[in-house]
Nanobody, 115 residues
Framework: QVQLKESGGGLVQPGGSLSLSCALS????????LGWFRQSPGKQRALVAS???????DYGGPVKGRFAISIDNAKNAVTLQMNSLKPEDTAVYYC?????????WGQGTQITVSS
């Protein structure tokens, strides 16, 4: 069983920055991929960013060049640095881990970008 615990959500002004962290129970190396998805009202859950244990990354189109995903091996966590935030980034952000063909999700954390 894999458990994911997110932290770091909140309210930020347009143009600001936030960092999300997702602590993973168990070995990071067991995961095929780790990442973040987001969902806003009336929309489907969509990929924000993903990373493999060997460091290969992928980003959703709307966040390319603004967000950065990384693995913190010391904390056994995956982090998402979000810069130049826009109101359209407002959503619930979910941590995700793919392990041995199974998908695991965090509980979600709200990000609101508003002045």
């Amino acid at each position: 069983q894999v458990q994911l615990k997110e932290s770091g959500g909140g309210l930020v002004q347009p143009g600001g920055s936030l960092s999300l962290s997702c602590a993973l129970s168990g070995s990071m190396q067991r995961a095929d991929a780790l990442g973040w998805f987001r969902q806003s009202p009336g929309k489907q859950r969509a990929l924000v960013a993903s990373i493999t244990p060997d460091g290969r990354t992928d980003y959703g189109g709307p966040v390319k060049g603004r967000f950065a995903i990384s693995i913190d091996n010391a904390k056994n966590a995956v982090t998402l640095q979000m810069n130049s935030l826009k109101p359209e980034d407002t959503a619930v952000y979910y941590c995700h881990a793919a392990v041995n063909g199974y998908a695991y999700w965090g509980q979600g954390t709200q990000i609101t970008v508003s002045s």
